[in-house]
T-cell receptor, first 115, second 113 residues
Framework: DAGVTQSPTHLIKTRGQQVTLRCSPK?????VSWYQQALGQGPQFIFQ???????QRGNFPDRFSGHQFPNYSSELNVNALLLGDSALYLC??????????????FGSGTQLSVL | AQSVTQLDSHVSVSEGTPVLLRCNYS??????LFWYVQHPNKGLQLLLK??????LVKGINGFEAEFKKSETSFHLTKPSAHMSDAAEYFC???????????FGKGTTLSVSS
């Protein structure tokens, strides 16, 4: 059983560009959350998707947007990239019975570098 | 607002000696607390969770944590460190809205032979 898979694993972009990161949740999971982990810091919550709707959002600007597809996979889009967007982006999924995120499963992340 | 503070950015121990990773929390209500571990190039893994059922929580790989309300602490311990325990450890509290997790800055655990 595959866990949470993210693609690509690494990405290099330049300032002002746009990027799309992808996440496939663990089988049977319907909720996807995205986190940003800057170097030397703990992950920060970006937003969560459930039933193709954004359920909760952290303190991130509108340049960060997302989408969830009917098969529960998700995309994170970042527009007008800034140098400060360089980070590891983590996707996490959870089971329908774990709406309080007590059993989050994380992917290995996408390392985004903005030059 | 909920928050956690990890008191040590780096802890070094010898193999076979005890591990103590310290975490203090701030919460306006009874918190849900977690410890996660992050090995290089691997996803975050849940070690253990506290959700008010018992103050002493046992997790995977011999780790445990004790919730102390009077001290607002949730320290992670292990009686005997193993080389494979070397990793980044995060103390986490569930956010007020119930969905977001709020992570501490992490503690890097180094284990020497």
């Amino acid at each position: 059983d595959a866990g949470v898979t993210q693609s690509p694993t690494h990405l290099i972009k330049t300032r002002g560009q746009q990027v799309t990161l992808r996440c496939s949740p663990k089988s049977g999971h319907d909720t996807v959350s995205w986190y940003q982990q800057a170097l030397g810091q703990g992950p920060q919550f970006i937003f969560q998707y459930y039933e193709e709707e954004e359920r909760q959002r952290g303190n991130f600007p509108d340049r960060f947007s997302g989408h969830q597809f009917p098969n529960y996979s998700s995309e994170l889009n970042v527009n007008a990239l800034l140098l400060g967007d360089s980070a590891l982006y983590l996707c996490a999924s959870s089971h329908p019975e774990s709406s309080t995120n007590e059993k989050l499963f994380f992917g290995s992340g996408t390392q985004l570098s903005v030059l | 607002a909920q928050s956690v503070t990890q008191l040590d950015s780096h802890v070094s121990v010898s193999e076979g000696t005890p591990v103590l990773l310290r975490c203090n929390y701030s919460s306006s209500y009874s918190p849900s607390l977690f410890w996660y571990v992050q090995h290089p190039n691997k996803g975050l893994q849940l070690l253990l969770k506290y959700t008010s059922a018992a103050t002493l929580v046992k997790g995977i790989n011999g780790f445990e944590a004790e919730f102390k309300k009077s001290e607002t602490s949730f320290h992670l311990t292990k009686p005997s460190a193993h080389m494979s325990d070397a990793a980044e450890y995060f103390c986490v509290v569930r956010g007020q809205a119930g969905t977001a997790l709020i992570f501490g800055k992490g503690t890097t655990l180094s284990v020497s032979s």
